[in-house]
């Protein structure tokens, strides 16, 4: 099984700044990887896939980057409605293991 | 507009059995993988199982490999998962999740199992 593990798990940022959250997978997944929004209460919502293409409907201050092993969503300039918990996904087998996830909350 | 629906949750005891279903809409249902993908309660996300478009192809998270079954009826565009020999870790919201390749493009909204005597 894959192990993916993010970093931080808590990550205080004030609106208008720019967040950086990483992901980093126990072995290679090339691109393979996903990033999702999750807000109290809610489904969580596909941001990244393929590692730096945006979903349907994503804004642009949302960008994915990274192969291999590491892998990084930038926010470039935080809006109230994004804090939240975001988790990455790795899809390159059948066993699509989940990070344990990263809080943004407002510094 | 794609739509998830599921239902079938509920309360049921440690060693008990429960079949949640997912009805969907708003797409063509058999051109697509479907997935059922959990989280505890205030907990991350796990994914559980995925099945092929057709059925043919199935695969589980070791935690619950040989005791849910995913299974898919195309002609009622109708997801399934079978749990048996609950426990209470398996106590989680379970999400019915559309996509391609592993990445989830649409979820529902969650059902809850909650397993305690």
């Known amino acids: 099984e894959i192990v993916m593990t993010q970093s931080p798990a808590t990550l205080s940022v004030s609106p208008g700044e720019r967040a950086t959250l990483s992901c980093r997978a126990s072995q290679s997944v090339s691109s393979n990887l996903a990033w999702y929004q999750q807000k109290p209460g809610q489904a969580p919502r596909l941001l990244i896939y393929?590692?730096?293409t945006r979903a349907t409907d994503i804004p642009a201050r949302f960008s994915g980057s990274g192969s291999g092993t590491e892998f990084t969503l930038t926010i470039s300039s935080l809006q109230s409605e994004d804090f939240a918990v975001y988790y990455c996904q790795q899809c390159n087998n059948w066993l699509y293991t989940f990070g344990q996830g990263t809080k943004l909350e407002i510094k | 507009e794609v739509q998830l629906v599921e239902s079938g949750g509920g309360l049921v005891q440690p060693g008990g059995s429960l079949r949640l279903s997912c009805a969907a809409s708003g797409f063509t249902f058999n051109n697509y993988a479907m997935n059922w993908v959990r989280q505890a309660p205030g907990k991350g996300l796990e994914w559980v199982s995925t099945i092929s478009g057709s059925g043919g192809t199935s695969n589980y998270a070791d935690s619950v490999k040989g005791r849910f079954t995913i299974s898919r009826d195309n002609s009622k565009n109708t997801l399934y998962l079978r749990m048996n020999s609950l426990r209470a870790e398996d106590t989680a919201v379970y999400y019915c999740?559309?996509?391609?390749?592993?990445?989830?493009?649409?979820w529902g909204q969650g059902t809850l199992v909650t397993v305690s005597s």
């Open positions: 999740a559309m996509g391609a390749s592993g990445y989830v493009y649409y």
């Open positions: 393929g590692a730096s």
